[in-house]
């Protein structure tokens, strides 16, 4: 079955970075577009960031300039490097991939900044 994992979340004051990773399981990971969504508390989950198969970008205006979404898929894996963090950066960060039939998600990593 499919499986989405993040990790490398936490705690980090404004400023700073992380980066979080997603693996994934159970698709054909290559030929699948890969997005980073973000649930601030009390909000809807929006996307961040999502690649193509071709490697393509595209990002939320919060987000141009100091997030880079990346994919390696020889490990199955796509990853958010997150810089220059602001507390509204706050709130649980989901991997995600449409298989056209349906829409996986991860089970989240949380992301905190405050000082």
């Known amino acids: 079955q499919v499986q989405l994992v993040e990790s490398g979340g936490g705690l980090v004051q404004p400023g700073g970075s992380l980066r979080l990773s997603c693996a994934a399981s159970?698709?054909?990971?290559?030929?699948?577009?890969m997005g980073w969504y973000h649930q601030a508390p009390g909000k809807q989950r929006e996307l961040v960031a999502e690649?193509?198969?071709?490697?393509?970008?595209n990002y939320i205006d919060s987000a141009k300039g100091r997030f880079t979404i990346s994919r390696d898929n020889a490990k199955n894996t796509v990853y958010l490097q997150m810089n220059s963090l602001r507390p509204e950066d706050t709130g649980v960060y989901y991997c995600?991939?449409?298989?056209?039939?349906?829409?996986?998600w991860g089970q989240g990593t949380q992301v905190t900044v405050s000082s």
């Open positions: 690649i193509t198969n071709g490697r393509r970008t």
């Open positions: 159970g698709f054909i990971f290559e030929i699948f577009a």
């Open positions: 995600s991939v449409d298989l056209l039939t349906r829409r996986e």
